[in-house]
Structures are given as C-alpha cells and as structure tokens.
C-alpha cells in the first residue's frame, strides 16, 4: 500500500492522447460513480441526518451503527472545493461520540459487479488498482477505510493521513488487487469502499493487506464522530486499474445522471405544481393505472414509493389519489397504480401532482 499527494497537474488536467492508468483505458475509466458529488437525486442540496444504508449524494450511502451521531449535505459549509470541481460531500460531527468495539461510522460506495469484473480479483490475474480523492477535514491525523467483497469475507484496511486542518488534501492509495475469495462480477455488489468517521475494535484490521475478516477501518484512524463538530469533506473519488493515479475523469452531466440512474430515478415537481409524471387510463371507478418508461435500464426492477399529494387526470375530471403503489415493474418500465374514487372505466388519464412542488416518485434499485 501506498499513499500521499497526487501529482496536481496530473489529476486536474485532462490528458488528451496519453494513456490513463494500466488499463489503458480511454473511457470509464473510474469505477466510482458520481465521485465528483454533482448528483444529488434524493436530498438536493439539503441536509440530512442519516439512518444506516441512507443515500447522502448519489451512489454514496451513510454507514452507521448508532442514530443522530453525523449530518451530510452536499456542499455543507460552503467551502470552495478544489481546482476543478464544484461540488463536494461534506459530513459533520453532531456530538462527542465515544466509540464502542462493536460501533462503525462511514461513507460507503457500493460497485456493481459488473463495473469490475475485469479487475479479476479472486484470482492469479487480479489487478492492482489506485484509490484517489481529495479530503478536506478539520481534524488531522490518520485517517482509515477499507475495500471489502460482497459478503464481507475478505477486506483491505487502509490508512491516510491529513497534516492540515481545513485544507483541501490530495489522496493516492495503491492496493494491489486480492487474488482470494469470492468477488461477484454480474449485478450485485462487485466491491465496496468505506471511507471510515470512526470505526470500533471490532471492525478494525492491520492497514496495507488482505484479511479473510469484515475489516471497514485500520487500527488506530482517528474518528470524526468523536469529536462534536468536526467536519469532513471529500470530493474527487476515483478508483482505477493501475499503480498510480492519474487525471479525474469527468463526464458530461448527464452521462453522470444516466449512471446514477440505473440505481435510483427519482422524478419530482419542482417548479411546477401540476408536473406530469405519467400517462395511462382509468382501469375502473377506484383505481387509476399510468406507465412510466425510466430513462435507463435500471439495475433490476426496482423498489417504488412516493411522497406529496397526486392526483389523476381523466377526461374534465380531477380525480384525487389517496395512495400510490407499484401495479407492475421491470428495469425498464413501472405501471404506478393510484387509488381514485368516482373514475370512469376506460378513460385515458394522467398522473400529476396535485399543487404542490415536493411531490416525487422514488425508483430504487440499489445495491
């Protein structure tokens, strides 16, 4: 394991023409989604307090073991992030945390399989791969995380350091790739990657090697939640086959939404109090059906729910729904249900809000 600054004129700069990493990649490059923190499908700029498993910005999830202990926004405390990006990921310490053995505090990305299977992890061809980023804390010191396997069998502690506080820090960790244990390469969980806000005994390995154990953090690395306020801010995520990071690779906006959305669609009435949604027709007096077709092919067919008022629109009539559900669902299509009263058979309708801007429908398909 290595880790330290990145050459900046190499990370901030495109590299038209040049080789990025030993895969000699010249697209996707990045495993990480959304590691530049633009989408925010779910929160929208606003700031949460998470429950375990709870999304913060796109394709980054909060891990933890105990409720209330850290906030997340993005672009919380506006800071200006680093050259080359606008936006970051920023968590906040809400108490004094004392940390049991049992206890774990994390931002976690989950990676489809299908997104690394050609690192060939599990066996003799097994890649090496560079983690980068760039953290902004107000703490210094060493700081940890791991990469784990879908079942938590096998991890990869690790550990950075931040010498100053408040200042944007350039990450580099090199890990060679684990030529043991079972690593997924279709549409579950190829890999996950914690970066640890303090992690207990229990949970903590020796950094710089492959453990058969669910490891999320190296002993020793500082804890964030342990102190009330601290702050932590990351942005720039990337992970990519080779010994030494090179140049972030962006993408267009919405190639990005595109790749977030294969995970979760989330269709909302902001800006405009009656937004149609869908389009379909009365199936009979109490019930309303309308199709939606999803931007992309989502990941598997997804979870559905919905917050806001809604209503169907059929023929001159307004028809209110007291609740939403999914009638049917693939990757590719969902038919939303709506229950109505006094609709008429075989009209065509639609679904809209009903004169509010904060109604939204959430697809979810999450790893």
């Not at 105990?66 to 992030?81: E, H, I, L």
């Not at 077709?293 to 629109?313: D, K």
Request: net charge neutral.
């Amino acid at each position: 394991m290595t880790y330290g600054n990145v050459n900046v004129e190499t990370v901030t700069t495109s590299t038209p023409g040049g080789i990025l990493g030993a895969g000699n990649a010249s697209i996707m490059k990045n495993r990480i989604i959304n590691g530049a923190m633009t989408i925010d499908q779910r929160n929208s700029g606003a700031s949460v307090t998470p429950s375990n498993a709870q999304y913060l910005t796109d394709r980054f999830s909060a891990l933890l073991t105990q409720s209330s202990k850290f906030s997340a926004q993005q672009n919380a405390g506006s800071v200006t992030p680093p050259a080359g990006f606008t936006n970051y990921l920023g968590i906040t310490s809400l108490s004094a945390y004392s940390i049991g053995s049992g206890d774990a505090f994390g931002v976690l990305q989950k990676i489809e399989g299908y997104n690394v299977a050609d690192l060939g992890w599990g066996t003799a061809n097994a890649k090496t791969v560079t983690l980068s980023f760039w953290i902004r804390s107000s703490l210094t010191g060493t700081f940890g995380g791991s990469i784990l396997n879908s079942d938590v069998s096998r991890s990869y502690p690790f550990t950075y350091t931040v010498s100053s506080a408040n200042t944007w820090t350039q990450i580099s960790i090199t890990i060679v790739g684990d030529t043991s244990g079972t690593w997924l390469t279709t549409n579950g969980i190829g890999l996950n990657i914690n970066f640890s806000l303090g992690t207990g005994a229990t949970y903590n390995g020796t950094a710089g090697s492959w453990a058969g154990a669910y490891y999320l953090s190296a002993t020793g690395a500082t804890s964030v939640v342990g102190t009330n306020g601290a702050t932590f801010y990351i942005t720039g995520v990337q992970l990519e086959v080779g010994s030494s990071a090179t140049g972030f690779e962006y993408r267009q906006y919405g190639q990005e939404l595109a790749l977030c959305q294969r995970y979760a669609y989330i269709p909302n009435s902001s800006g405009n109090v009656y937004t149609t949604f869908a389009v379909g027709y009365v199936y009979n007096s109490t019930l309303g059906l309308a199709t939606i077709t999803f931007p992309v092919t989502m990941r598997v067919t997804p979870t559905f729910a919905s917050s806001g008022n809604f209503q169907i629109n059929a023929g001159s009539s307004t028809l209110n729904s007291s609740a939403l559900s999914l009638n049917q669902g693939s990757p590719y299509t969902a038919v939303i249900g709506a229950t109505i009263s006094g609709g008429t058979t075989g009209y065509g309708a639609s679904l809209s809000a009903q004169n509010t801007s904060s109604a939204l429908l959430t697809f979810s398909a999450e790893l």
